[in-house]
């Protein structure tokens, strides 16, 4: 599930729809759900 989680946002990344990409990886709704994809899907926030 993490892995098809980090699918969107690293295509949203690509194409420089940072905040789209960021809502992905940390819905705000879900704020207990980890981040996909470890250090990776932390690189695309910038944490």
Known sequence: ?????YLFP??????GL???AEAALCPAN???LE???G???H???GC
């Open 10 to 15: 690293i295509s949203c990344f690509q194409m």
């Open 1 to 5: 599930m993490a892995q098809s989680r």
């Open 35 to 37: 981040v996909p994809n």
């Open 30 to 32: 879900e704020p207990s």
């Open 39 to 41: 250090a990776a899907g």
């Open 18 to 20: 940072l905040s789209e």
């Open 43 to 45: 690189y695309l926030t």
